[in-house]
């Protein structure tokens, strides 16, 4: 994961501060507005390319979870006492499983995530969109996942324009569920402190849904969990001193700018608690 954006606090950056990896979605691009705003707020912020570049998966399909470590320790060579990952739709399906399996990631902040594992978004490396493969592997193993059921269809209302696919992922499991156990992400195991942020009007996939699991698996394990949830935001919640997310012609997000900034201005006090290791985030529930 050679290709980045490394943002430094203005004032410096003393060691014992807080680092945070930030992932992107399915975009693939390098969030590098949201580590400047991150490094106002005095954390050391990087963010990786970590599909789609040069010697990379084209698609999210078998990525090794294990070439994040190297951006890990990265932000440890700044003197990093506390290590977080800020990770949105499929980056915070990685954030999650990073929270599992990387040893040292104290703190995740996962938006608009999946409860689940799900089966790769775009070709591999062979260049194939099929069969169905997971999205990331482990030491060389891919984790179980669901499939998507090839019989979905759009709603006929938006031929033509951007389309909603959270019902593809709600039929999906349906379909598959035989192997929604396996591939349930372990946050019950998760020693990482974990902050969900997802709105209820998400049209990719039912994230909130998914961060209530993900928030029931926390609990049932007695391990601390916030969720900031907005019942009028969509995919893409946005943080104070971000503005709203482009329009897409091939999707539709839900929510509103105005219900994506409102839960982004709801949850930004918890994230930058988390990620510095203030515990005023945690669950109070």
Same mark, same amino acid.
């Given at each position: ?176 569920? $035989?192997?929604? &156990? @396996?591939? +349930?992400?372990?946050?019950?195991? !998760? ?5 969900? /942020?997802?709105? #209820? %009007? ?52 839900? $929510?509103?700018? &105005? @219900?994506? +900034?409102?839960?982004?201005?709801? !949850? ?5 608690? /988390?990620?510095? #290791? %203030? ?7």
């Amino acid at each position: 994961m050679r290709e980045g954006f490394l943002a430094m606090p203005a004032d410096g950056f003393a060691d014992g501060g807080a680092g945070v990896l930030v992932l992107s979605g399915s975009s693939g691009r390098i969030e590098a507005e949201r580590c400047r705003l991150l490094a106002r707020e005095g954390l050391c912020a990087l963010s990786v390319r970590w599909f789609g570049g040069a010697g990379q998966s084209p698609g999210i399909c078998e990525i090794p979870l294990d070439a994040f470590g190297p951006a890990i320790e990265v932000l440890r060579t700044h003197g990093v006492r506390r290590i977080g990952v800020l990770g949105t739709s499929k980056g915070a399906e990685a954030a999650l499983h990073l929270s599992v399996l990387l040893p040292g990631i104290d703190a995740v902040v996962a938006v608009s995530p999946t409860s689940l594992t799900w089966a790769n978004v775009g070709p591999g490396s062979d260049g194939q969109n099929l069969p169905y493969r997971s999205s990331w592997t482990w030491r060389g193993e891919p984790l179980p996942f669901v499939p998507y059921d090839e019989g979905w269809a759009p709603d006929p209302a938006e031929e033509g324009g951007p389309v909603a696919v959270r019902s593809w992922y709600e039929r999906s499991r349906r379909t598959f569920a $035989g192997r929604v &156990a @396996a591939a +349930a992400i372990q946050v019950d195991r !998760a020693p990482a402190d974990l902050v969900l /942020v997802a709105g #209820g %009007d998400d049209a990719m996939w039912p994230s909130l849904p998914w961060a209530e699991e993900l928030t029931a698996r926390r609990r049932a394990a007695g391990l601390p969990v916030r969720l900031v949830a907005g019942p009028d935001a969509g995919h893409r919640p946005r943080f104070p001193g971000e503005g709203p997310a482009p329009e897409s012609a091939h999707f539709r997000y839900g $929510g509103s700018p &105005a @219900a994506d +900034a409102a839960l982004g201005a709801a !949850a930004w006090p918890y994230v930058l608690d /988390v990620l510095r #290791g %203030d515990h005023r985030w945690r669950d109070d529930g």
